[in-house]
């Protein structure tokens, strides 16, 4: 073993090799990884050394030696400071080049795949300025206003009202909401804005425990009435100090549910429901899944597994012979049924639960799916579930996830049941940061 000849202080020098997918560069120094952010490949720098383990150190950049034509300067005054757009100093072109090896790493380090074929990356129109959702913490300020900003890496406030990915309708409304807020009598904990392709939002409030209703009724119609774009107004408080642990959502004002369309179609899509917060990628994601459904689904029985308001859904059960879809959010639920209602499409079962259940349910019972379209939150699939798919035997399964570790793992647990990856296709629905989307296409062998 490697004696590591390392200390804390040491400031050395090294060349980055690769880009992890936390956006770390790693470089080595006498024969130990040595991670450090913000660098790109092929740099030398010289590293402060800030912490030493057993096989690896870790350091903060000092100073680039010699710098890559790929670094850019980032466009974000936030930069390095608010923890989410970790990759901003290099080029867009090289930071779709880096992305391509997360999703190639995850699949061969964690999932065992050799030499996956992977499909060059289908970039983001927009590299700035794509989310159509923010979400902010609030401060008190000096003079009475509510501030709104995000946690840095320390977790501490930093006012983000400039923030560079979000919409800049979204942070128009922040600012005109900051500007009310000097007549408001509430304590907030969060807010959050929502908008749609047709620059209308909503904005759901978070208040802290023991806040009088009254006042946030009052501040909800001050914003309503205020703002034009603003369609609907929501509330709820935060159970305790975690402000992970809020009560339902309750409507005050207005609308509860924007709609928004990709490739014509029209979603609706409520508050508490979840959307891609990209608009042009989600475009080329709905592509993706749909071309990779196939054109003939005339006589095809499709399941929708996370089925969301139905974005796979609606477009794939006009096409289906028979279409099952299983989402546990019952906002979501509403929405897809509203969705596949306005455009006549009957005689689809959308079970609102989780999918292993429902899953095993329907393997009782004999039935199968020839076309299982899979969409899991960032944690995955997992290996029970798995054995529940793999038991339904479809004959085509669509894998999209937001996560290329969770993604390999569950293609782990899923190929040996006689499935073979067909095509893999990465899409970048959030430039600037360490994130990818990846949809995998796999067929029974």
């Not at 024969?31 to 450090?36: P, Q, S």
């Not at 080329?284 to 054109?295: I, K, P, Y």
């Not at 289906?320 to 209602?341: G, H, K, M, R």
């Amino acid at each position: 073993m490697t004696e590591i000849n390392l200390h804390i202080g040491d400031k050395v020098e090294i060349e980055i090799q690769s880009i992890l997918n936390s956006g770390e560069g790693v470089g080595r120094f006498n024969g130990i990884a040595v991670f450090v952010p913000y660098v790109c490949i092929g740099e030398v720098v010289e590293v402060l050394i800030e912490i030493v383990e057993k096989k690896f150190a870790r350091g903060v950049l000092q100073n680039i030696l010699k710098p890559s034509a790929d670094r850019t300067l980032a466009k974000c005054p936030h930069f390095q400071k608010c923890n989410a757009c970790k990759l901003s100093h290099m080029n867009y072109k090289a930071q779709l080049a880096v992305k391509e090896v997360f999703v190639k790493d995850a699949l061969t380090r964690i999932g065992k795949i050799e030499n996956p074929k992977i499909e060059s990356i289908i970039g983001s129109k927009d590299e700035y300025n794509y989310r159509n959702k923010g979400e902010f913490r609030v401060q008190k300020a000096g003079d009475g206003k509510t501030i709104f900003g995000m946690a840095d890496a320390k977790g501490d406030f930093i006012r983000t009202a400039d923030c560079q990915l979000q919409h800049p309708l979204i942070i128009d409304i922040l600012n005109e909401i900051e500007a009310l807020s000097v007549d408001f009598n509430i304590s907030l904990a969060q807010c959050v804005i929502k908008i749609n392709d047709n620059n209308e939002a909503l904005v759901i409030l978070t208040a802290w425990k023991g806040t009088d209703k009254q006042d946030i009724v009052s501040a909800a119609e001050k914003i309503g009435n205020g703002i034009e774009q603003v369609k609907g107004v929501l509330y709820n408080f935060v159970r305790s100090k975690n402000i992970a642990l809020k009560t339902p959502i309750e409507l005050i004002f207005g609308s509860s549910f924007l709609n928004y369309k990709l490739n014509n179609i029209s979603y609706r899509v409520s508050a508490e429901s979840f959307f891609q917060v990209n608009f042009s990628s989600a475009e080329q994601l709905l592509n993706t899944v749909v071309d990779f459904a196939g054109e003939d689904l005339s006589e095809k029985i499709t399941l929708d597994a996370y089925s969301g308001v139905g974005t796979f859904l609606v477009p794939l059960a006009e096409k289906s012979a028979a279409t099952i879809a299983i989402e546990d959010s019952v906002s979501a639920v509403d929405d897809a049924n509203s969705n596949l209602a306005q455009y006549g499409i009957d005689g689809v079962k959308v079970y609102n639960n989780r999918v292993e259940p429902i899953i095993a349910r329907l393997n009782k019972k004999g039935r199968s799916s020839d076309i299982m379209v899979l969409d899991p939150p960032r944690k995955g699939i997992g290996a029970q579930c798995i054995l529940e798919i793999a038991e339904m035997s479809p004959k085509k399964i669509i894998m999209v996830s937001c996560d290329p570790t969770t993604l390999a793992r569950d293609l782990k647990e899923l190929l040996p049941h006689g499935y073979k990856i067909t095509k893999i296709q990465p899409i970048d629905m959030f430039p600037q940061t360490v994130h990818v989307e990846t949809v995998v296409l796999l067929n029974k062998i």
